[in-house]
């Protein structure tokens, strides 16, 4: 991934935005400034195809990891787990 640096004017409302969503989550402003754009993107036209596509993949994965598993047995082996 290639990145540019790119210089924001922001009025107070927006810095104080995003020093909140930067405390909020724990990272750095710009962080939080690119996550927004990020997210604002994917809500408005929608997630890249490439990240869908690994989302699916994740799914999947996740899917055959538990399939064949009782929830109800495997909650009480880690209920059980945890009282050791």
Partial sequence: MTSS?????LEDET??????????YGC?????IRSAVVHQRNAAIG???????ERRQIIR??????AGNDP?????????????
């Fill in 47 to 53: 997630v890249p195809a490439d990240r869908r596509q």
């Fill in 5 to 9: 640096r790119t210089a924001l004017v």
């Fill in 28 to 32: 750095s402003m710009p962080e939080s």
């Fill in 72 to 84: 109800d047995e495997e909650i009480r082996q880690l209920n059980a787990e945890d009282t050791l």
């Fill in 15 to 24: 810095r104080q935005a995003a020093q909140q969503l930067a405390l909020r």
């Fill in 61 to 66: 994965a996740a899917i055959r990891a538990v």
